[in-house]
């Protein structure tokens, strides 16, 4: 069975969420989110020269092989050591921003990044929670949920996997 690295990814975001005691955030629906963009058709021809989607997604797919392993380790750490989880969290924020750096066709580009920028302001979020729970955004906290879930969904959706 193949993994989901976008899918292990949310999980691993919301399980750190949870442990750090947000277990009361909750997704908010897809009419009401003002961050929702229609979508687009991809593109199935690229011009002379460039990547085609087909090709961008195969060497994303085959980077996040690379790091699976991390992720599927990092899962199962989450609940016996939360700093060393989100140390590894913030890795693979850092891996994905340079996966999207390497990718050449500008769909898949632009999927990519937005899954990694949603990624990386979960993040912050989260470390923000760990030094001051008090102080949480549950709306800034619910907002970034969703975007990553949305940029999840569309990555999956142009990738197909």
């Not at 949870?18 to 009361?24: D, V």
Request: proline share 3%; with cysteine; aromatic share 4%.
């Amino acid at each position: 069975m193949k993994k989901n690295i976008f899918t292990m990814a949310t999980l691993a975001v919301a399980i750190s969420l949870t442990l750090m005691g947000c277990a009361t955030v909750t997704a908010i629906d897809t009419a009401d989110s003002p961050t929702s963009t229609p979508r687009t058709a991809p593109s199935t021809q690229a011009p002379a020269g460039s990547q085609s989607v087909a090709e961008a997604c195969d060497a994303v797919n085959q980077e996040f092989e690379a790091v699976s392993a991390g992720m599927l380790e990092m899962l199962s750490t989450l609940a016996e050591d939360p700093e060393s989880a989100m140390t590894l969290l913030d890795d693979f924020n850092n891996t994905l921003t340079t996966i999207a750096d390497g990718v050449e066709n500008e769909e898949v580009k632009t999927e990519l990044s937005t899954f990694a920028l949603s990624f990386g302001t979960l993040m912050s979020l989260s470390q923000q929670m760990e030094e001051d729970i008090a102080s949480i955004d549950i709306e800034a906290l619910t907002t970034a949920n969703y975007n990553l879930e949305t940029a999840s969904a569309n990555l999956e959706e142009l990738c197909g996997f």
